[in-house]
């Protein structure tokens, strides 16, 4: 190999390592809490019968005016507002939802996401669901999501004083006609 090309090599590769060390810290994260969890329904011979953090929050994000779901292209499952991706679950551990840089930068400096596990330099974010606790954190984020989706299609999110959505919000009619 040519020290030219070794020198392009190096330039096109220069963040795979802060990328490849974010995702090890995430899947890091992500052992550790199945292991956790094991440990725990080991020990308490937790019942079949509770709701898991995916179903929680299936649930709630689906009882949203507009919201389907469907399967995630990298596994696990994607829920949408229209054509826009509000975010997806991989099993009930961890959250990705999509944000504007800027609100990324926000929400990670406030502790209430990290930068995505494989693209930490995108908008994305991962929320790892560590246990029961942790599920009303991913719902915020989701909340936040579906909110910034609704304002920006022309839906309107009534609800609650503090703009949690609602069963009962219904979208707004569209000017556009349907063929």
Known sequence: MSTRYAGLH?????GLPRTIGAAARVWG???RIHLAR??????MKQGTDTMNAHDIIRT????WPGVTEEP?????MEFRLGRRELGH???DYLADLPFPVRIREDLVREGKAMPHHILPQSGWVSYPIRDANAISGALDLFRL?????TTSSGFEARGSESGIP???SEPRTSNRKES
Do not use: M
């Not at 094991?38 to 020990?43: E, F, K, R």
């Not at 709630?60 to 009882?63: A, H, I, N, P, T």
């Open 72 to 76: 995630h292209r990298f596994g696990g």
């Open 60 to 63: 709630e994000v689906l009882s």
């Open 10 to 14: 190096a330039i096109k590769l220069w």
């Open 166 to 168: 609602t069963s009962n």
């Open 89 to 91: 679950l991989h099993g």
């Open 38 to 43: 094991l440990t725990v329904d080991h020990i």
């Open 29 to 31: 994260i992500v052992f």
């Open 145 to 149: 999501a579906y909110q910034r989706a």
